[in-house]
């Protein structure tokens, strides 16, 4: 999502260097708000939170199970090694190199499934804060929108702005949402 919003920024920034260079009076009133602040502070990020905590404790557990099954299985071959014929040696390492790299695919195939989730869940949730955002851009006047936060460690879109163009507190009143007690401009 922050991909769209990044290409909305700068799609709208073009247009607005070509109204400026063509000459063209538009009327233009530009608004800003902060999609992850609102994303975080409203009822369903609690509830993906949680969903997606659920699944990875899942995940975690049995990882741990197979890591103790693999951790007993080399002890096991470390403790005997030195009275097993080679051919059984042989296979008990094959044997373990095999458990090794299940463990490894199994983390990694954890991974991946929980940052799907995290978007299947997110994705409705995205979408409902944009219809918030447009309907209030519509009903105030406002032509473009920006997203004042460009992501973590990055520095924001929005640098210097009146806080009257803020329609955080908006968004979150088209939500259904009553605002933090801190500032909405975060």
């Keep these: 999502m922050k991909q769209k919003m990044k290409i909305k920024l700068f799609a709208t920034l073009f247009a607005l ?11 233009v009133k530009i608004g800003y708000t902060n999609i992850d602040y609102i994303l975080g502070n409203i009822p369903d990020s609690k509830d ?28 096991d071959y470390q ?5 097993m014929s080679a051919v059984i040696r042989q296979d008990k390492e094959k044997s373990l190199q095999t458990s090794q790299e299940g463990i490894q695919e199994f983390q990694q195939n954890s991974e991946t ?3 799907r989730k995290q978007q299947e869940l997110l994705a409705p949730v995205m979408d409902k804060i944009q219809k ?25 879109v929005i640098l210097v702005a009146p806080e009257s163009d803020n329609i955080t507190d908006l968004v979150f009143k ?5 605002a933090p007690a801190e500032a909405a401009g975060n």
């Design 48 to 75: 993906i939170q949680s969903k997606l905590a659920t699944e990875k404790a899942q995940y975690d557990k049995l990882l741990q199970e197979k890591i103790a099954d693999f951790q007993k299985s080399y002890e």
């Design 17 to 27: 260097m070509m109204l400026a260079g063509v000459g063209v009076q538009a009327q």
């Design 79 to 83: 403790k005997n090694a030195g009275t």
């Design 113 to 115: 499934a929980l940052q």
């Design 132 to 156: 918030a955002i447009d309907e209030v851009a519509a009903a105030n006047g406002y032509t473009h929108v920006f997203n004042s936060d460009a992501g973590y460690g990055t520095t924001p």
């Design 174 to 178: 088209q939500l259904g949402v009553e």
